[in-house]
């Protein structure tokens, strides 16, 4: 799970610092408020990449992806990011833990010893 709800993050590091550049061509929004919100976003995304396995990781990511998807208001394109990215986190949380189960069901088996002696 973690690998790929790392994946999702840095990906998101990098939608941000693009919506960041459109911000910029609002005559709204001042450059420092554009890249300080910004920057903010882009750092906790790649901090939230350490913290997947720490207890509330996942909830970050979330409140992450909703002010992600927030931020359409003064970027309208960030709507539909944002709701992409929303089913990318969900989908890297469920699969990700069936991988994680599957590797686990995988590692057990691999330990149990094999009874290789034929009947008697």
């Not at 350490?50 to 992450?64: D, E, H, K, S, V």
């Not at 359409?72 to 990700?96: N, T």
Request: proline share 3%; aromatic share 10%.
């Amino acid at each position: 799970m973690r690998t790929l709800c790392a994946s999702t993050l840095i990906s998101e590091f990098l939608v941000i610092g693009f919506a960041g550049l459109v911000a910029m061509k609002s005559d709204d929004l001042s450059m420092g408020t554009v890249w300080t919100v910004c920057g903010i976003g882009m750092l906790l995304s790649v901090l939230l990449c350490g913290m997947l396995t720490r207890p509330g990781g996942l909830q970050l990511g979330w409140a992450l992806q909703i002010a992600l998807l927030l931020s359409g208001f003064f970027v309208p394109v960030m709507f539909i990011l944002g709701v992409a990215f929303i089913a990318l986190w969900w989908a890297s949380i469920h699969y990700g833990r069936k991988i994680d189960e599957a590797k686990a069901r995988w590692a057990a088996l691999a330990e149990e010893p094999e009874n290789t002696e034929a009947p008697a």
